[in-house]
Antibody, heavy 117, light 110 residues
Framework: EVQLVESGGGLVKPGGSLRLSCAGSGFTFSSFSMHWVRQAPGKGLEWVSSITGSGTYKYFADSLKGRVTISRDNAKNSLYLQVNNLGAEDTAIYYC??????????WGQGTLVTVSS | QSVLTQPPSASGAPGQRVTISCSGRGSNIGTNFACWFQHLPGMAPKLLIY???QRPSGVPDRFSGSKSGTSASLDIGGLRSEDEADYYC???????????FGGGTKLTVL
Protein backbone atom coordinates (compact mmCIF):
# COMPACT_ATOMS: atom_id res chain seq x y z
CA GLU A 1 0.00 0.00 0.00
CA VAL A 2 1.31 3.41 -0.96
CA GLN A 3 1.63 5.57 2.13
CA LEU A 4 3.01 8.97 3.08
CA VAL A 5 3.38 10.00 6.71
CA GLU A 6 4.33 13.53 7.70
CA SER A 7 5.95 14.48 10.99
CA GLY A 8 7.72 17.39 12.60
CA GLY A 9 4.85 19.80 13.08
CA GLY A 10 4.12 21.54 16.33
CA LEU A 11 4.09 24.87 18.11
CA VAL A 12 6.83 27.24 17.07
CA LYS A 13 7.53 30.82 18.15
CA PRO A 14 7.54 33.58 15.55
CA GLY A 15 10.93 33.85 13.93
CA GLY A 16 11.67 30.22 14.63
CA SER A 17 12.38 27.36 12.24
CA LEU A 18 10.93 23.96 11.60
CA ARG A 19 11.93 20.88 9.65
CA LEU A 20 9.11 18.72 8.42
CA SER A 21 9.59 15.14 7.30
CA CYS A 22 7.57 12.87 5.07
CA ALA A 23 8.19 9.13 5.04
CA GLY A 24 7.11 7.22 1.98
CA SER A 25 6.43 3.52 1.70
CA GLY A 26 4.91 1.05 -0.73
CA PHE A 27 6.47 2.55 -3.85
CA THR A 28 9.82 3.32 -5.46
CA PHE A 29 10.34 6.67 -3.78
CA SER A 30 13.11 7.89 -6.05
CA SER A 31 10.93 7.53 -9.14
CA PHE A 32 8.52 10.26 -8.18
CA SER A 33 8.56 14.00 -7.87
CA MET A 34 7.21 15.08 -4.52
CA HIS A 35 5.31 18.13 -3.35
CA TRP A 36 4.55 20.05 -0.18
CA VAL A 37 1.15 21.73 -0.03
CA ARG A 38 -0.30 23.59 2.94
CA GLN A 39 -3.68 24.75 4.14
CA ALA A 40 -4.00 27.62 6.59
CA PRO A 41 -7.03 27.68 8.88
CA GLY A 42 -10.12 28.62 6.90
CA LYS A 43 -8.13 28.96 3.68
CA GLY A 44 -7.61 26.92 0.56
CA LEU A 45 -4.80 24.66 -0.53
CA GLU A 46 -1.52 26.43 -1.28
CA TRP A 47 1.36 24.79 -3.09
CA VAL A 48 4.63 25.29 -1.23
CA SER A 49 7.41 23.44 -3.00
CA SER A 50 8.30 20.53 -5.28
CA ILE A 51 11.35 18.41 -5.92
CA THR A 52 12.08 15.98 -8.74
CA GLY A 53 12.80 12.32 -8.09
CA SER A 54 16.56 12.68 -8.23
CA GLY A 55 16.46 15.90 -6.23
CA THR A 56 18.04 17.81 -9.08
CA TYR A 57 15.28 20.35 -9.60
CA LYS A 58 13.48 22.25 -6.89
CA TYR A 59 10.68 24.75 -7.11
CA PHE A 60 9.24 27.12 -4.55
CA ALA A 61 6.19 29.33 -4.15
CA ASP A 62 7.07 33.01 -4.35
CA SER A 63 5.42 33.60 -0.98
CA LEU A 64 8.04 31.43 0.74
CA LYS A 65 11.06 31.87 -1.48
CA GLY A 66 14.19 32.52 0.54
CA ARG A 67 12.71 31.00 3.69
CA VAL A 68 12.18 27.43 2.62
CA THR A 69 14.38 24.52 1.60
CA ILE A 70 13.17 21.23 0.16
CA SER A 71 15.27 18.11 0.11
CA ARG A 72 14.97 14.35 -0.05
CA ASP A 73 16.93 11.28 0.95
CA ASN A 74 15.96 8.52 -1.46
CA ALA A 75 17.94 5.95 0.52
CA LYS A 76 15.63 6.66 3.44
CA ASN A 77 12.48 7.17 1.33
CA SER A 78 12.09 10.55 2.95
CA LEU A 79 11.17 14.07 1.94
CA TYR A 80 11.95 17.15 3.99
CA LEU A 81 10.87 20.78 4.21
CA GLN A 82 12.79 23.33 6.23
CA VAL A 83 10.98 26.60 6.87
CA ASN A 84 12.81 29.50 8.50
CA ASN A 85 11.72 32.81 10.01
CA LEU A 86 8.24 31.50 10.64
CA GLY A 87 5.36 33.93 10.96
CA ALA A 88 1.71 33.62 11.90
CA GLU A 89 0.89 33.30 8.21
CA ASP A 90 2.77 30.00 8.15
CA THR A 91 0.32 28.40 10.55
CA ALA A 92 -1.18 25.58 8.51
CA ILE A 93 -1.52 21.88 7.96
CA TYR A 94 1.39 20.83 5.77
CA TYR A 95 0.80 17.91 3.42
CA CYS A 96 3.31 15.99 1.40
CA UNK A 97 2.06 14.50 -1.84
CA UNK A 98 3.38 12.20 -4.51
CA UNK A 99 3.41 13.59 -8.02
CA UNK A 100 -0.08 13.99 -9.42
CA UNK A 101 0.80 14.44 -13.09
CA UNK A 102 0.17 10.84 -14.11
CA UNK A 103 -2.88 10.01 -12.07
CA UNK A 104 -1.15 8.06 -9.39
CA UNK A 105 -1.07 10.55 -6.58
CA UNK A 106 -1.11 9.95 -2.86
CA TRP A 107 -1.22 12.52 -0.07
CA GLY A 108 -0.30 12.18 3.55
CA GLN A 109 -2.66 13.09 6.36
CA GLY A 110 -0.73 16.26 7.09
CA THR A 111 1.15 17.73 10.02
CA LEU A 112 -0.02 20.84 11.83
CA VAL A 113 2.34 23.75 12.27
CA THR A 114 1.24 26.49 14.66
CA VAL A 115 3.26 29.68 14.90
CA SER A 116 2.48 31.56 18.07
CA SER A 117 4.24 33.18 20.98
CA GLN B 1 -5.75 36.25 -4.55
CA SER B 2 -5.28 33.02 -6.48
CA VAL B 3 -3.80 32.89 -9.96
CA LEU B 4 -6.62 30.50 -10.86
CA THR B 5 -10.18 31.73 -10.33
CA GLN B 6 -12.88 29.40 -9.06
CA PRO B 7 -16.37 30.26 -7.81
CA PRO B 8 -16.32 30.13 -3.99
CA SER B 9 -19.43 27.99 -3.84
CA ALA B 10 -21.63 25.70 -5.88
CA SER B 11 -24.69 23.64 -5.06
CA GLY B 12 -27.10 21.12 -6.47
CA ALA B 13 -29.74 18.66 -5.43
CA PRO B 14 -29.06 14.93 -5.22
CA GLY B 15 -29.00 13.42 -8.67
CA GLN B 16 -28.35 16.72 -10.41
CA ARG B 17 -25.29 17.80 -12.32
CA VAL B 18 -22.99 20.65 -11.28
CA THR B 19 -20.08 22.28 -13.08
CA ILE B 20 -17.19 24.02 -11.36
CA SER B 21 -15.07 26.36 -13.44
CA CYS B 22 -11.41 27.30 -13.15
CA SER B 23 -10.18 30.32 -15.05
CA GLY B 24 -6.50 30.88 -15.66
CA ARG B 25 -4.24 32.32 -18.32
CA GLY B 26 -2.00 31.32 -21.16
CA SER B 27 1.01 30.49 -19.01
CA ASN B 28 -0.91 27.95 -16.94
CA ILE B 29 -4.16 26.39 -18.18
CA GLY B 30 -3.56 27.66 -21.71
CA THR B 31 -0.33 25.69 -21.95
CA ASN B 32 -0.37 22.89 -19.40
CA PHE B 33 -2.58 20.13 -18.08
CA ALA B 34 -5.09 20.94 -15.35
CA CYS B 35 -5.97 18.64 -12.49
CA TRP B 36 -8.67 18.62 -9.88
CA PHE B 37 -8.68 17.62 -6.22
CA GLN B 38 -11.47 16.82 -3.81
CA HIS B 39 -10.88 17.75 -0.18
CA LEU B 40 -13.16 16.49 2.53
CA PRO B 41 -12.84 18.04 6.01
CA GLY B 42 -10.21 16.33 8.09
CA MET B 43 -9.06 14.14 5.21
CA ALA B 44 -6.16 14.17 2.81
CA PRO B 45 -6.96 15.76 -0.55
CA LYS B 46 -7.75 13.27 -3.31
CA LEU B 47 -6.86 13.53 -6.99
CA LEU B 48 -10.03 13.41 -9.09
CA ILE B 49 -8.87 14.46 -12.55
CA TYR B 50 -5.43 14.75 -14.14
CA UNK B 51 -4.26 15.80 -17.61
CA UNK B 52 -7.46 17.85 -18.04
CA UNK B 53 -9.86 14.94 -18.35
CA GLN B 54 -8.28 11.70 -17.11
CA ARG B 55 -9.65 9.89 -14.08
CA PRO B 56 -7.37 7.95 -11.74
CA SER B 57 -8.48 4.41 -11.12
CA GLY B 58 -11.23 4.25 -8.54
CA VAL B 59 -12.71 7.66 -9.33
CA PRO B 60 -16.32 7.24 -10.49
CA ASP B 61 -17.18 8.29 -14.02
CA ARG B 62 -19.66 10.76 -12.52
CA PHE B 63 -16.61 13.02 -12.31
CA SER B 64 -15.32 14.43 -15.57
CA GLY B 65 -12.98 17.21 -16.58
CA SER B 66 -12.53 19.38 -19.63
CA LYS B 67 -10.47 22.30 -20.83
CA SER B 68 -11.05 25.05 -23.33
CA GLY B 69 -8.52 27.77 -23.94
CA THR B 70 -7.50 29.19 -20.57
CA SER B 71 -10.34 27.64 -18.59
CA ALA B 72 -10.89 24.21 -17.13
CA SER B 73 -14.08 22.67 -15.77
CA LEU B 74 -15.04 19.86 -13.45
CA ASP B 75 -18.42 18.24 -13.98
CA ILE B 76 -20.04 16.16 -11.27
CA GLY B 77 -23.10 14.22 -12.35
CA GLY B 78 -25.62 12.31 -10.27
CA LEU B 79 -24.78 14.35 -7.16
CA ARG B 80 -24.58 12.45 -3.88
CA SER B 81 -24.41 13.72 -0.33
CA GLU B 82 -20.88 12.36 -0.03
CA ASP B 83 -19.78 14.73 -2.79
CA GLU B 84 -20.04 17.62 -0.34
CA ALA B 85 -16.46 18.83 -0.20
CA ASP B 86 -14.08 21.50 -1.35
CA TYR B 87 -12.84 21.19 -4.91
CA TYR B 88 -9.59 22.67 -6.20
CA CYS B 89 -8.10 23.02 -9.64
CA UNK B 90 -4.32 23.06 -10.01
CA UNK B 91 -1.94 23.55 -12.91
CA UNK B 92 1.74 24.23 -13.55
CA UNK B 93 2.42 27.85 -14.44
CA UNK B 94 5.34 28.12 -16.81
CA UNK B 95 5.87 31.83 -16.21
CA UNK B 96 6.05 31.41 -12.43
CA UNK B 97 7.79 28.00 -12.53
CA UNK B 98 5.32 27.04 -9.88
CA UNK B 99 2.23 25.00 -9.30
CA UNK B 100 -0.82 27.17 -8.76
CA PHE B 101 -4.07 26.20 -7.09
CA GLY B 102 -7.47 27.76 -7.47
CA GLY B 103 -9.07 29.28 -4.40
CA GLY B 104 -11.38 26.31 -4.03
CA THR B 105 -15.10 25.76 -4.50
CA LYS B 106 -17.27 24.55 -1.65
CA LEU B 107 -19.89 22.18 -3.02
CA THR B 108 -23.14 21.82 -1.12
CA VAL B 109 -25.55 19.02 -1.92
CA LEU B 110 -28.97 20.39 -1.06
Amino acid sequence: EVQLVESGGGLVKPGGSLRLSCAGSGFTFSSFSMHWVRQAPGKGLEWVSSITGSGTYKYFADSLKGRVTISRDNAKNSLYLQVNNLGAEDTAIYYCARDWNNGDSTWGQGTLVTVSS
Amino acid sequence: QSVLTQPPSASGAPGQRVTISCSGRGSNIGTNFACWFQHLPGMAPKLLIYKNNQRPSGVPDRFSGSKSGTSASLDIGGLRSEDEADYYCAVWDGSLSAWVFGGGTKLTVL
